[in-house]
């Protein structure tokens, strides 16, 4: 039971490096996302993508990128990481069939830790 | 757009107390709600969902119900357990399947 696996699990950065978080599902999803959680303030959407192909900007994507070359995996790029990308990173998947279907679960992987320093 | 208010914590409960976390959110049209709890170290698990007003969800004691005269999903358990610690986001999806979250209630309960 795989269900969403990110990686890496802890990443420390220096100011202005860039990296990738790895994200992969073999849920079959057709949507997948990413959030950051910072202390307090609960998660916030940065980029999210309804299939294989399609990405589309969430709330807060400033400094990030994303591609969804296949449905199975959706990873998040920061180019010139700064301090306020210290977070945590989650990858999420879901299933719909339809848009305004609004019921459906959102499964979550297990986070990633990033620090820029 | 969509948001969701959620209680501040943290909640410190004695072992075996009624809890009650409140959520409260607005929204365009009918969303549906959810409730996720975070364990120390780990992803966001899904605890329960409604979709629908009137609906209640219910998964391991606990329940909230769909209020939408009251834009309201509180979350209710009847008697916590230390091992019930842990992070609680309420949670909206409406246009779009995406999830918005309120801020986290920490709740701590001692034995």
């Known amino acids: 039971n795989a269900g969403v696996t990110q990686t890496p699990k802890f990443r420390i950065l220096k100011i202005g490096q860039s990296m990738t978080l790895q994200c992969t599902q073999d849920?079959?999803?057709?949507?997948m996302y990413w959030y950051r959680q910072d202390p307090g303030m609960g998660l916030k959407l940065i980029y999210y993508s309804v299939g294989a192909g399609i990405t589309d900007k969430g709330e807060v994507p400033n400094g990030y990128n994303v591609s969804r070359s296949t449905t199975e995996d959706f990873p998040l790029r920061l180019e010139l990481a700064a301090p306020s990308q210290t977070s945590v990173y989650f990858c999420?998947?879901?299933?719909?069939?339809?848009?305004?279907?609004?019921?459906?679960?959102?499964?979550f992987g297990e986070g990633s830790w990033l620090t820029v320093v | 757009g969509d948001s969701v208010t959620q209680m501040e914590g943290p909640v410190t409960l004695s072992e075996e107390a009624f809890l009650t976390i409140n959520c409260t959110y607005t929204?365009?049209?009918?969303?549906?709600l959810f409730w996720y709890v975070q364990y120390p170290g780990e992803g966001l698990q899904l605890l329960l969902k409604?979709?629908?007003?009137?609906d209640k969800g219910s998964n391991k004691g606990f329940e909230a119900t769909y209020r939408k005269e009251t834009t309201s999903f509180h979350l209710e358990k009847g008697s916590v357990q230390v091992s019930d610690s842990a992070v609680y986001f309420c949670?909206?999806?409406?246009?779009?399947?995406?999830?918005?979250f309120g801020a986290g209630t920490i709740l701590r309960v001692k034995s």
């Open positions: 949670a909206l999806s409406g246009y779009g399947n995406k999830l918005v």
């Open positions: 409604a979709t629908k007003a009137d």
């Open positions: 999420a998947s879901s299933y719909s069939t339809r848009v305004g279907v609004f019921g459906n679960t959102i499964y």
């Open positions: 929204a365009t049209g009918y969303p549906s």
């Open positions: 849920m079959n999803h057709n949507y």
